[in-house]
């Protein structure tokens, strides 16, 4: 059974740092391109970053670029997030997503980010 479990989620001041990590089970890791997606309020879900599976390649919505960072430890089957000068616009509950061509994908069931004061 594939699980993907994220954590570091919570309350952040504005222009604060935060780390999400998803940790992944029951699938080959190294098979996957992992991505992470946010969904605030009344919004559509919208992709904030995407490494590939050998961790070389980084892609980033316009939003976060300079802000955030996607990372993989294929090591410990693990993504990272790095969330850094945080604003309350990215408040949302943050997903982590394996992708890959022809098979199934999956997703985590999501972590609470919010920044505020």
């Known amino acids: 059974q594939v699980q993907l479990v994220e954590s570091g989620g919570g309350l952040v001041q504005p222009g604060g740092s935060m780390r999400l990590s998803c940790a992944a089970s029951?699938?080959?890791?190294?098979?996957?391109?992992m991505r992470w997606y946010r969904q605030a309020p009344g919004k559509e879900r919208e992709l904030v970053a995407g490494?590939?599976?050998?961790?070389?390649?980084?892609n980033y919505a316009d939003s976060v670029k300079g802000r955030f960072s996607i990372s993989r430890d294929n090591a410990k089957n693990t993504v990272y997030l790095q969330m850094n000068m945080l604003k309350p616009e990215d408040t949302a509950v943050y997903y982590c997503?394996?992708?890959?061509?022809?098979?199934?994908?999956?997703w985590g069931q999501g972590t609470q980010v919010t920044v505020s004061s």
């Open positions: 997503h394996a992708y890959r061509e022809w098979y199934p994908n999956y």
């Open positions: 029951g699938l080959t890791f190294t098979n996957y391109a």
């Open positions: 490494i590939s599976s050998a961790g070389d390649i980084t």
